[in-house]
């Protein structure tokens, strides 16, 4: 082959592999494929900001961040909401642990999803995750999780068992860290919902019209991180399954 062909399809072939690189990481292995794309949170836990004070000491950057919110920016651009009344322009959210919804949050966010909205919610019943204010305190993460009308319009029940043992451990089935978790139950009275309730009823999974729900009865995977990165990895799959379309 002529010296100059030769270097031409040396330069064609650099180009090809250079092209193949790019859409590999333009793919991100799947998951990061929507990490370009907006993310809804609506939360009453610090996972944007630190349990402090005042807002100076929110926003210090010597305050560590959570280190869930690495885990959720990985999956798109996230919008701090501080009310579920419009979220026209987002088709995925993660709700945790929220403040009880009003009557108008509660159809809106039951309009979004059967449009077509993919939510991961964590409703957890008994929060056991350490606060820096006391009870009563309005800074201090929702307590006991009360979601019962958009649950019961899915045709789900969160029920808590107050005789189980406090301590964290390992759901079965699931592989998520728990701690005093609620059990989903099946209820009558669900509109165009069609729901699997997984082991011990800690997760349930349902298409609601055109949408997409994953309901988490527990919030202990969001507490302080284990060396052995449990809570990461149960995070990332629950939030990879939620949300992929």
Known sequence: MPRRYRGLAMALVAL???????????????????????????????????????????????????????????????????????????????IAQPRPLSPEENVALDDWVRKGGRLLLLADPMLTQESAFSLGDRRRPQDVVLLSPILGRWGLELRFDDAQPAGERESAGEA???????EIALRKGGLDSRCAIGPDGLVARCTVGKGHVTVVADAAVLEPEDAAGRKAAALEALLGEALAH
Request: aromatic share 4%; net charge negative.
């Open 176 to 182: 998520i860290p728990v701690n005093l978790p609620g």
């Open 16 to 94: 090809a592999l250079l092209l193949g690189a790019w859409l590999l990481a333009g793919r991100g292995l799947g998951r990061d494929a929507d990490a370009d794309q907006p993310l809804g949170l609506f939360t009453s836990l610090p996972i944007l900001w630190t349990e402090q004070a005042d807002i100076r000491g929110m926003l210090s950057e010597q305050a560590a961040p959570h280190w869930a919110r690495a885990v959720i920016e990985r999956h798109g651009r996230v919008r701090a909401l501080d009310t579920l009344i419009d979220i026209r322009g987002l088709d995925r959210l993660v």
